[in-house]
């Protein structure tokens, strides 16, 4: 859609050199710039103003906006009086970087605040929602930022296309599953290059909407153009799911919204808002369901290489500085980092058990905060170093079942495996009780603060009486993992270690104790004999 003549086109973002409530002090205010946003919810348009992670609103309908300057501005905001005169309950001083931006905001807020946003604003492949989305309520905008121009360079698209276990296992989770697609209307969530959309109409979609909030949509755009057989009956909007409106409901929803340990990115959210938004009853989605493995580990080289980082700040006479009083939080700091990397299926040290999110019912408020307690009973003696996580998502087609795992000892894909390390092992025996909590909370970074406590139970005779011999704890930030990616390393099997021990990817079962709904799988997974394929 083209602007109007002679007028520019609304601006929605400023970056601005300072900004201070009248009541405070200009010297008070940190120099670091903010951002200013305009938007329009629930028919209301607003200006927030954000610098680092405060921030704060005006609703424009009671607003003015005053020139005190070339470069400074004065925001005032109206409240209500019984009596009816005009009262100014709050104001800001705004510093512009320059003249020009002092113009355009000026302009922009004039814009915005004579617009009637009781509908929404078309967009030339669909309509954004005039309503403030869920998604930017709950994340930060810098994290955001970089979160969109992450995935909108092509070199990270690329990254994930090379991965084919995800792509082929995609292409053949829709391809073996045409009678789901042909004649249907497809959601691509998330869509990125489009490569999922393109599936969907090679499998005989009647229309797929691909949306995507990034600047690869313009990629995409030029990608299904060059593919002018496909592309005809694929249309790509820009913008988030949370905030875009389609002309129809879909049948099916594609998507691939898993990040490390499933969860990362909190991509999930969208998709399950996505589902609630678009999908019709008991439409089909791909992936239908993610479980999320676990199991116990021993890796001595692992654990020497996180704790020997901290060695640097044990130096006494560094340029004759003595760094050690920062050694303790160095090597704390270490150990905060989950460990990315592909590891030898034969450091677990007991069979995994799992914890089952069933896309098609869980509610987007349940991934805010996932507890997984945890259980498992150790086949050998060894020290155990942390907890190993991975994950896999089924496909759940009417033709086929496919599922894409990430497992130790299988075809090693982009998300590799995730391991949390404890700073302080803990000793078990063979056939000793390991329990312990899994707990991660949701933040506005778009990720996890992670929480694990293991502990080894007595064990032996009058272990029924006994209690906790021992217990380690650590707190990790997903958002910031020790990125080692090495392949796995020939590791001498422990003279005590069976063969049977050995984690095949179709060996994975899922623990239905661990399940608050248990038949939630048993039909799909016997049919599949529940093998990652």
């Given at each position: 859609m083209e602007a109007s003549a002679g007028l520019k086109p609304k601006r929605s973002e400023f970056t601005l050199a300072a900004v201070y409530e009248l009541s405070s002090s200009p010297a008070s205010f940190s120099s670091t710039p903010v951002l200013a946003r305009f938007s329009a919810d629930r028919g209301v348009a607003e200006l927030r103003f954000f610098q680092d992670s405060n921030g704060f609103d005006f609703n424009l309908g009671s607003f003015q906006l005053l020139k005190l300057g070339p470069v400074q501005s004065l925001c005032i905001c109206e409240s209500s009086d019984s009596n009816k005169e005009k009262l100014y309950s709050r104001g800001v001083t705004i510093?512009?970087?320059?003249?020009?931006?002092?113009?355009?905001?000026?302009?922009?807020?004039?814009?915005?605040?004579n617009e009637d946003f009781t509908q929404g604003s078309n967009l030339p492949n669909g309509t954004i929602s005039s309503v403030r989305s869920k998604f930017d309520n709950k994340i930060e905008p810098s994290s955001a930022k970089m979160y969109f121009h992450y995935y909108g360079q092509l070199l990270h698209q690329?990254?994930?296309?090379?991965?084919?276990?995800?792509?082929?296992?995609?292409?053949a989770a829709v391809i073996e599953n045409r009678a789901d697609f042909t004649g249907r209307v497809v959601v691509d969530v998330g869509a990125g290059s489009g490569i999922l959309s393109l599936f969907a109409a090679q499998a005989g979609a009647k229309h797929v909407y691909a949306v995507e909030a990034s600047e690869m949509a313009e990629y995409a755009r030029r990608l299904i153009a060059g593919n002018p057989t496909l592309g005809q009956r694929i249309t790509v909007i820009k913008g988030k799911v949370e905030e875009v409106e389609l002309p129809e409901k879909a049948d099916i929803l594609i998507s691939e919204p898993m990040g490390t340990l499933l969860v990362n990115e909190r991509m999930l959210e969208s998709y399950i808002i996505a589902r609630d938004r678009f999908l019709v009853p008991n439409g089909k989605m791909f992936p239908s369901i993610g479980r999320i493995h676990m199991a116990p580990f021993s890796d001595e080289y692992l654990f020497v290489e996180i704790a020997n980082k901290a060695l640097f700040w044990q130096q006494q006479n560094y340029y004759g500085v003595d760094l050690t009083p920062l050694y303790g939080s160095a090597f704390q700091g270490y150990f905060s980092q989950p460990v990315v990397d592909a590891f030898d299926p034969r450091l677990l040290v007991s069979p995994p058990m799992s914890h089952v999110i069933d896309f098609n019912d869980v509610k987007e408020e349940d991934l805010y905060e996932i507890d997984i307690p945890l259980k498992f009973i150790a086949s050998v003696g060894t020290r155990v170093h942390g907890l190993a996580c991975w994950f896999d998502v089924l496909f759940n087609g009417s033709s086929v079942q496919r599922w894409l795992t990430t497992a130790p000892g299988a075809p090693t894909t982009h998300w590799y495996q995730i391991r949390c390390v404890l700073a302080q092992p803990i000793y078990v025996m063979a056939g000793q009780e390991i329990t312990g909590r899994l707990h991660m909370i949701a933040h506005n970074a778009q990720s996890y603060t992670i929480y694990l406590t293991l502990s080894a139970k007595m064990w032996?005779?009058?272990?029924?009486q006994g209690g906790i011999l021992q217990t380690s704890s650590c707190k990790l930030d997903l958002k910031e993992p020790y990125y080692r990616m090495s392949q796995p390393q020939p590791y001498t099997m422990a003279q005590e270690q069976q063969p049977h021990q050995l984690l095949q990817a179709q060996d994975i079962m899922i623990h239905t104790d661990d399940l608050e709904e248990p038949e939630l799988l048993q039909q799909p997974l016997e049919k599949s004999g529940a093998q990652l394929q």
């Open positions: 510093r512009f970087r320059n003249e020009e931006e002092s113009r355009d905001f000026h302009s922009a807020f004039e814009q915005w605040q690329q990254n994930m296309l090379q991965d084919y276990v995800r792509t082929g296992t995609y292409y032996g005779p009058g272990a029924e």
